[in-house]
């Protein structure tokens, strides 16, 4: 008894704590969804070539262009190295990225793949969470369950539209701390006039993906957010009609 006791003390706190993980949570799992759905997304950067006149800077196709998009998806999508992109340039078949780029590209994979296990583990704490307080609170939890729904959505929105102001004010400086925070390196550090990777990806495409990814993340947050709001409602709805109902019951005895 005392056992259960001491249970049955801990459970709601842990549940709780549980829960209020869930709202950063929310956040990671939103933006880091976003960028894995950018990454592997063959229209943005068909788009992106198209957009930014890729072929006649590059020398190189529109064909061998959408390949190159392909390669790299499939780069950062299996365990291959190194990076190995061959095509045409100027007509000529050579290597498209020098060593430098391609060791640049790896550290580019691993923060790419540390994504995809961001949203991974914090799509799983939500659904853990919700699993277990459904579990032990039945019905009961579908209002907690609403109101995280409501701060996470409203928690995410904020920071993305936030960082979202900040990048169309000064998306170079972000662009630029986002490297120096992201990269124990400076291989990021290339020529646009002679490395690929800038001529094939220039600012342009990297603030065109990321207002994509700040988009999708935005429009992710209020549906989390009005489905929380609707739950909510609805449930302060019912609670102030039965009442009524129970007094218009008692009524007619």
């Not at 190194?82 to 100027?90: C, F, G």
């Amino acid at each position: 008894m005392p056992q259960l006791s001491a249970y049955a003390r801990t459970a709601p706190r842990l549940l709780k704590f549980a829960g209020i993980l869930c709202v950063p949570a929310c956040l990671l799992f939103l933006v880091g969804g976003s960028v894995a759905w950018a990454v592997n997304d063959p229209g943005l950067y068909r788009n992106g070539f198209q957009r930014y006149n890729t072929a006649t800077r590059s020398g190189i196709t529109d064909a061998d262009l959408i390949a190159i998009g392909a390669e790299l998806r499939r780069y950062f999508n299996t365990s291959t190295e190194p990076l190995s992109v061959r095509a045409p340039i100027y007509g000529i078949e050579q290597d498209v990225f020098n060593a430098r780029e391609i060791a640049h590209m790896y550290d580019v994979k691993r923060l790419v793949r540390g994504t995809y296990w961001v949203a991974f583990g914090s799509g799983l704490w939500i659904l853990a969470t919700l699993v277990v307080g459904f579990a032990m609170q039945r019905r009961g939890y579908i209002g907690p369950a609403a109101r995280l729904a409501v701060w996470g959505g409203a928690i995410t929105l904020l920071a993305v539209v936030g960082v979202g102001l900040a990048s169309i004010a000064a998306f170079d400086r972000l662009f630029l701390l986002f490297h120096q925070l992201s990269f124990a390196n400076d291989l990021w550090i290339l020529n646009p006039y002679t490395d690929y990777l800038l001529i094939l990806f220039p600012g342009g495409f990297w603030f065109d993906a990321t207002m994509r990814v700040a988009l999708t993340s935005v429009l992710g947050a209020v549906l989390l957010l009005s489905a929380g709001v609707a739950v909510l409602s609805y449930l302060r709805w019912q609670s102030r009609r039965q009442p009524g109902a129970q007094n218009d019951a008692a009524a007619g005895n």
